[in-house]
């Protein structure tokens, strides 16, 4: 367990009525640490705070802040012996008439910073509606151009289409013209075919028959009946 550390410290700047001590006692209770806060006469404010030491190390540093109000611009430390003779950490609050004036200027402030917040947010979001109306104005209107245009290239589509069936047509009236002069040639070509047959088979019997009167010519000169 770490050494237990007290220390008093006095932070001086914008630190009464905007929340400082709300915020010094949530940063105590967080890191466990006990002890109290205060407003002092001169605008200051004093914190008395024992722990451990590394925690009091953290809580030192995290109390001198420049959030929201709060500007804390220095900060004067005192280190002593801890006493245990704090339980929590508390706010040590001044007389009623001084603690309703200290809260209310702090809502006060809060308030005002809120309300001005506020009037810049409708101000932007004036300002976001009417870019908002221009650009789906020019949306329509670019929408309106890409309809036109897209109606044109689906117009020249079409007579794109058109052509083609038509050249579709024209070939396949080629193709019929085609086939009909391939079958007339077929027909011409089985005609010569058959015709060059006859042809052969005449020349091929003449020329067996000479053949063989020529051999019968040969046996009897050679006596072979």
Do not use: W
Request: hydrophobic share 35%; glycine share 12%; charged share 35%.
């Amino acid at each position: 367990m770490s050494e237990m550390k007290r220390a008093n410290i006095i932070a001086k700047g914008k630190v009464q009525k905007v929340g400082y001590r709300d915020f010094v006692q949530d940063n105590a209770r967080e890191l466990g640490i006990t002890g109290y806060v205060e407003n002092l006469e001169d605008g200051n404010v004093k914190v008395v705070c024992e722990g451990e030491e590394p925690k009091i190390e953290d809580f030192i540093r995290g109390i001198k802040v420049k959030k929201d109000f709060i500007d804390v611009s220095e900060t004067s430390v005192e280190y002593g012996a801890p006493t245990g003779e704090f339980k929590v950490f508390k706010i040590k609050y001044g007389e009623v008439v001084e603690e309703l004036g200290d809260r209310l200027g702090a809502a006060l402030l809060y308030l005002g910073t809120t309300n001005q917040k506020i009037d810049a947010g409708r101000a932007e979001n004036k300002q976001g509606f009417g870019m908002l109306a221009e650009k789906m104005d020019a949306g329509r209107a670019e929408n309106k151009q890409g309809f036109g245009m897209l109606a044109g290239k689906m117009d020249m589509m079409l007579e794109k289409q058109d052509m083609m069936l038509e050249k579709q047509d024209e070939t396949i009236g080629a193709i019929r013209e085609g086939s009909g002069k391939i079958d007339e040639g077929k027909e011409e070509i089985v005609t010569e075919i058959r015709s060059l047959r006859e042809d052969l088979r005449s020349y091929m019997e003449e020329r067996f028959a000479r053949i063989e009167h020529e051999i019968e010519g040969i046996k009897a000169k050679i006596g072979i009946v």
